[in-house]
């Protein structure tokens, strides 16, 4: 079930990407082995008691060097299409400003619910500020201190008494869902006409189901699919619908409703330094990945030219070293049924359960080859693993010290686990856990 989204929008300096990293705070930064990707902090998952929900930081989506009052609407007109719910801040200190009003005039416009954050509050004597902020009809400001982390508790209470109820049709586990990331022209929307207009392929229905996606689903072999489709939704005429952010904002969220995710890049032009930040998101996101090398007619394609297109990939994305690697042809359609049955493996592998018996015999031969090294005198001792989750499979080992687990032990497990067991196409997560 997809997470709500909760947009923050207020003019520049009122302390949104200070609310922003302290709701994502530690959670964003956990996953390190991926290069580059966490510093773009516009979008994260963070959680209010038991519920999570994904941020979005509107004020990390600039538009360059148009007018500030041209930035501020095109962050509430983001906030408005993207979030389930508002959170309009506003500075304490500064009273109501004529930009605020601005970015009010717009939310007004909207139906999506809007809370009011009071920010800049850093200690109760300052509560009365807030009495002016029911002038900007959102009801009931709340107060808070980013830098303090006050009042965070009553806003998020009020937030999450917004979230839509969640009665999704697409929740059928069988259904595979995939998206395709690329930058622009790589031929995303030409895969996708492809993959609709090969044989045997039956769609069954063409729609906007969500305002953050065009998906189609459709179904071949008595598979069911759903295609979320990042290059088809692009909203013509919107300001910010080009600005890199944003489309990263798209990218990130069709990802995050994805089994598998496709990395086109175009064999034409070649990799670039955004093809591996794009491709950093969907391995971030631990969703599989294929790497589809679109435009494969404008090679020369024998073996060899192949041979050195896969190796310059491995060596541009060594995190995605699971991933495997189609090249093809959307225009000429040469090679696209290699596609499916790939998308098909990606998808059976994420969602993979290894028998506890026959996980531990892997783990006890590898230790048998490699036997568990020692850290400052000490030596590693590894008890037994668990398969503790799936999309993507994720192992518990438990030992008798967590802290003499080195990644390199971590990354020897893990290369053993594929061996035995496969897993192309998925990430797989093992984290160490003491034995109690
Ligand atoms: P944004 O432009 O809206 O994302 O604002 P920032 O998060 O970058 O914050 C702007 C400035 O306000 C920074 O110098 C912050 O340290 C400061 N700031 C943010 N929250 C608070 C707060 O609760 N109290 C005070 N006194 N300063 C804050
Ligand atoms: P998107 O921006 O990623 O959705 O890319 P498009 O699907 O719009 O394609 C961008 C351009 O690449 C268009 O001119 C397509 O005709 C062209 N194109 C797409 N796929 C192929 C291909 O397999 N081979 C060749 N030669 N051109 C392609």
């Not at 956990?30 to 510093?39: A, H, N, S």
């Not at 930081?57 to 148009?66: F, R, V």
């Amino acid at each position: 079930m997809r997470n709500s989204v909760v947009a923050v929008v207020g003019r520049p300096n009122v302390g949104k990407s200070t609310i922003f990293n302290r709701l994502v705070g530690e959670r964003i930064s956990i996953v390190e082995d991926t290069p580059g990707v966490t510093r773009d902090r516009i979008y994260a998952e963070a959680e209010w008691l038991t519920t999570k929900f994904n941020l979005i930081d509107t004020g990390g989506i600039d538009l360059g060097d148009e007018p500030l009052l041209t930035q501020i609407r095109a962050q509430a007109e983001i906030a408005i299409d993207e979030a389930d719910v508002i959170i309009f801040m506003v500075n304490g200190r500064d009273g109501i400003t004529g930009a605020d009003e601005e970015v009010a005039k717009i939310l007004y416009k909207s139906n999506k619910p809007v809370v009011l954050g009071v920010n800049k509050v850093d200690n109760p004597e300052m509560r009365e500020m807030i009495y002016e902020f029911y002038a900007l009809g959102f009801g009931e400001p709340f107060p808070i201190s980013g830098t303090h982390g006050l009042g965070l508790g009553d806003l998020l209470d009020e937030v999450v008494d917004h979230f839509p109820e969640r009665t999704s049709v697409f929740d059928d586990d069988d259904t595979i869902h995939f998206s395709l990331i690329g930058r622009p022209n790589v031929g995303k929307s030409s895969l996708v006409n492809a993959i609709l207009g090969e044989e045997r392929v039956i769609v069954s229905d063409i729609e906007g189901t969500t305002r953050d996606a065009v998906d189609t689903n459709f179904s071949k072999d008595d598979r069911d699919y759903v295609i979320i489709d990042t290059a088809g939704m692009r909203k013509r005429g919107k300001v910010y619908e080009n600005t890199e952010k944003y489309s990263v904002l798209r990218a990130l969220r069709a990802i995050e409703r994805s089994d598998v995710v496709l990395v086109v890049i175009d064999a034409d032009t070649g990799i670039i330094e955004q093809d591996k930040k794009i491709a950093g998101y969907a391995h971030e996101a631990g969703k599989s990945v294929i790497i589809v090398v679109n435009k494969w007619d404008t090679v020369e394609s024998d073996e060899k030219a192949m041979k050195n297109f896969e190796q310059k990939i491995r060596d541009h994305f060594l995190f995605l070293d699971y991933a495997p690697i189609v090249f093809l042809s959307a225009k000429t359609k040469k090679r696209m049924h290699k596609l499916m049955p790939k998308i098909i493996e990606a998808s059976e592998n994420h969602a993979v359960r290894m028998p506890t018996n026959i996980l531990n015999e892997v783990i006890v031969d590898a230790l048998a080859m490699n036997p568990s090294p020692t850290f400052k005198g000490q030596k590693l001792k590894v008890y037994y693993a668990t398969q503790v989750g799936v999309k993507p499979p994720t192992f518990v080992v438990f030992v008798n010290d967590p802290e003499l687990m080195h990644f390199s032990f971590q990354r020897f497990l893990e290369n053993r686990l594929r061996e035995a067991f496969g897993f192309e196409g998925t990430p797989i997560r093992i984290y160490a856990r003491r034995r109690s």
